[in-house]
């Protein structure tokens, strides 16, 4: 919580130029700049408020979660979980991916492989690591290719716990991560558990602007989120779910490109709670080049949109499910209406920066943002297991990245509602984990 | 250089990157759409087409001399 003082100075200053600015533009000037300093204004505080709402509620969940912390659970009181790891074409780095599963520190588990039709030797590599002996056990299935949902629904078919943890082919889970996840269950009304997401290859700019995206963007909304309990998408890598309640909304959906965030909001539509526990990590590799991150995020745009709008019915549904409700209108403004204003106002501020005199007015904005970029950087890195290097990159977090990322959600979006056709399209992975 | 001019250099930077910026991310995602067209005609990812060619034996010289044009033009 005390980290969180990081990020007063450069709130002050906010406010300070804030109030500054206000009183520049009251004393007059030509209605052109007015509008420029207005939208400037306008965009910035729609920019702090969601930083700061994100913040508040991160740092909120910390600290319940250290109030409300039981000492750590007896061997006998873990129950046994199953790993599912569904896969397609992993030749490269299953072998890793299971070898890191082997290592896992839990007392019982089973780790359940599903080769999904691939068309390389993941299933032979994986077969021959096969094992069973008295705690622990790896077996491996292959299917005719019907795509992640189906192998996943596959797995829970076959599986023994009344836990299991979904993770990622391409990734590599933290040794700790069923201990630290499986005792959330303890409530009943858990039905599933994120974890955090890290990227491993951080060997560019486009990987380590991910890197920080994954800890300043994708982990702290989890952590706000989890607050409430009311964490919008168990991420592929890593996610830990009730069987039991997962069996009753009839397991893994097919009809959207995101089937773990629909699954996510099927949950919360049920009446479960998801939780979010930071330390569990998964280590997974991030696309390297620009092209293939763009096609990442066309996947996760459209896949988002469709699971959201799949559950548009319950929009209104204020009284009867308020906290679905909530969520989905926060997914459509994240979604839609976030990027979208982000570019217009960008467009607008340099289209009046270059034609009124309030250029200056602009590089004093930039300043205070990039310093509260940077408080925003270092509080991630000191609540998360990264790298204080990250911080570095968030001088071109917001001036870069953020905008070809939006423009790609903004393209994606327009393409979701027309209708044009799209296919999952695996990633090249570099076998990097 | 005074403040005054320096602050309005400094403007007109930020202005520029973000406007190339923009520019940049409508190019690249328009050529992300021009690489999947162009895969989705020879049927499936770069990487996964090669394995499965070299696998089973049963691509063209064609095939290949496309699929390593495209692998260094992306």
New interface residues.
């Given amino acids: 919580m005390a980290k969180g003082l990081i990020l007063l100075p450069a709130l002050c200053l906010l406010v300070y130029y804030g109030a500054k600015h206000i009183t520049e533009i009251s004393a007059g000037s030509d209605p052109l700049t007015k509008a420029g300093a207005l939208t400037i204004l306008i965009f910035s505080a729609l920019v702090v408020s969601r930083y700061l709402f994100l913040l508040l509620f991160s740092m909120l969940n910390l600290l319940a979660n250290i109030l409300r912390k039981e000492p750590a659970p007896s061997q006998h009181d873990l129950p046994f979980v199953s790993v599912l790891v569904p896969c397609y ?1 992993e030749e490269g780095v299953i072998e890793r991916s299971l070898e890191s599963l082997m290592t896992i520190d839990y007392p019982s588990y089973e780790i359940i492989v599903v080769d999904d039709g691939s ?2 030797d993941t299933y032979a590599v994986a077969k021959a690591m096969e094992f069973n002996d008295e705690n622990r056990s790896l077996r491996v299935f292959k299917k005719p290719n019907a795509g992640k949902a189906s192998a996943l629904n596959y797995a829970i078919e076959r599986s023994r716990g009344e836990l299991f943890l979904a993770v990622d082919a391409d990734s590599r889970v933290s040794p700790d991560s069923l201990r630290l996840m499986a005792p959330y269950f303890k409530d009943g009304r858990v039905g599933a558990v994120a974890g955090s997401v890290y990227v491993v290859n951080t060997n560019n700019i486009w990987t380590n602007l991910q890197a920080l995206e994954y800890i300043q963007g994708l982990n702290l909304v989890r952590n706000g989120q989890a607050f409430f309990r009311l964490v919008n998408i168990v991420p592929g890598p890593i996610g830990m779910f009730r069987t039991e309640a997962v069996e009753s909304i009839g397991g893994y959906s097919d009809d959207t490109f995101a089937e773990d965030c629909d699954l996510t909001l099927r949950l919360i539509e049920a009446g479960y709670g998801i939780d979010y526990e930071i330390d569990a990590v998964s280590y997974t590799e991030a696309p390297e080049s ?2 293939d991150l ?2 990442q995020r ?1 996947r996760w745009t459209r896949g988002i949109l469709q699971s959201s709008l799949k559950h548009r019915g319950k929009l209104l549904a204020v009284v009867s499910n308020p906290k679905l409700s909530l969520l989905l209108w926060y997914m459509l403004f994240e979604a839609i209406l976030w990027p979208a204003v982000s ?1 217009a106002a ?2 607008f501020i ?1 289209f009046t ?2 034609v009124t005199g309030m ?2 007015m ?2 004093y904005w ?1 300043i205070i943002f990039t310093i509260l970029d940077i408080s925003a950087g270092i509080y991630c890195v000191s609540v998360t297991k990264e790298r204080i290097r990250l911080v570095f990159y968030t001088i071109y977090y917001r ?2 990245f953020i ?6 959600k903004v ?1 994606a979006t327009a393409e979701e509602f027309f209708g044009v056709e799209m ?1 999952w ?2 990633l ?1 992975r570099k076998g990097r984990i | 250089m005074s403040t005054d001019q320096l602050l309005t250099l400094m403007a007109y930077l930020i202005v520029a990157i973000t406007a190339a910026t923009m520019i940049f991310g409508v190019v690249a995602y328009f050529l992300y759409k021009i690489r999947e067209k162009r895969r989705a005609k020879t049927g499936s990812s770069g990487a996964e087409n090669a394995k499965e060619i070299e696998k089973k034996g049963t691509g063209t010289p064609q095939n290949m001399r496309y699929f390593v044009r495209r692998r260094i033009t992306l």
């Fill in positions: 074409n068309v390389d620009l092209l763009l096609k066309y570019i960008n467009l340099l920066s270059l250029a200056q602009l590089v930039w001036i870069f905008n070809i990322i939006n423009i790609a393209l296919s399209g695996k090249e």
